[in-house]
């Protein structure tokens, strides 16, 4: 599950960097914003998970939902940048993960 957390972290803020550098950030501002949010529940939680903390199953679950809509996001951009693709596959991984982790955390 860290794994996923971690790789999810690095697809994001590669995602969000690389949507600023694109002709029409306005256009990516959503992804951008959803991007810093799922890169940010998921180091949070990659603490809480490692240290084994009782309230991770709260903050899996909600990393799943964020890993969700960012996923989902980048995937309406995705066919046209590489970038958005390899991000939404991360989060998608990183959202199974949390929702696999959401049972043995509670």
Known sequence: MLDALNACIASCEHCATACLSEQDVKM?????????????????????????????????????EICKACGDECEKHGAH?????ECAEACRRCEQACRQGMSTAA
């Not at 501002?29 to 240290?51: E, G, K, P, S, Y």
């Not at 940048?81 to 693709?85: D, E, L, M, T």
Request: proline share 0%; charged share 25%; with cysteine.
């Open 28 to 64: 990516m501002a959503r992804c951008i914003q959803l991007d810093r949010d799922c890169a940010d529940i998921c180091a949070l939680t990659a603490r809480f998970v490692a240290r084994g903390s009782e309230h991770a199953a709260h903050l899996l679950k909600e990393c799943a």
């Open 81 to 85: 940048f590489a970038h958005c693709k």
